[in-house]
């Protein structure tokens, strides 16, 4: 079992910054590999960033790469999105992800089930 709770989300201007967290409580977080994604209105949910259960193997998604980085601190069980350089384009509700044993680009690409989902925590970015 896996619970995640996202935080972090709010109004931002164009080229401002926002640091998401996901707090993961339960026994299967050492052994899952998480994922952020992201559904803007009238869009499909997209893969954003994924990171491995180590935090060593990420991915990301074209659109955010070189301005989102993902990093994991499993001391704490937590996983962070920093988003640098905000653009309209990146509104949107954010949500955490996690599935067992998965692989990273797999997650990402939704390739599967994805078992365990926070409530998401939403995103403006604005002038």
């Known amino acids: 079992q896996l619970q995640l709770v996202e935080s972090g989300g709010g109004l931002v201007q164009p080229g401002g910054s926002l640091r998401l967290s996901c707090a993961a409580s339960?026994?299967?977080?050492?052994?899952?590999?998480i994922g952020w994604f992201r559904q803007a209105p009238g869009k499909e949910l997209e893969g954003v960033s994924c990171v491995s259960r180590s935090g060593q193997t990420t991915t990301y998604a074209q659109s955010v790469k070189g301005r989102f980085t993902v990093s994991r601190d499993n001391a704490k069980n937590t996983v962070y999105l920093q988003m640098n350089s905000l653009q309209p384009d990146d509104t949107a509700i954010y949500f955490c992800?996690?599935?067992?044993?998965?692989?990273?680009?797999?997650?990402?690409?939704?390739?599967?089930?994805?078992?365990?989902w926070g409530q998401g925590t939403q995103v403006t970015v604005s002038s």
């Open positions: 992800a996690a599935e067992p044993e998965s692989g990273v680009q797999a997650l990402c690409d939704q390739r599967m089930h994805i078992t365990y």
């Open positions: 339960g026994p299967s977080y050492s052994k899952s590999t």
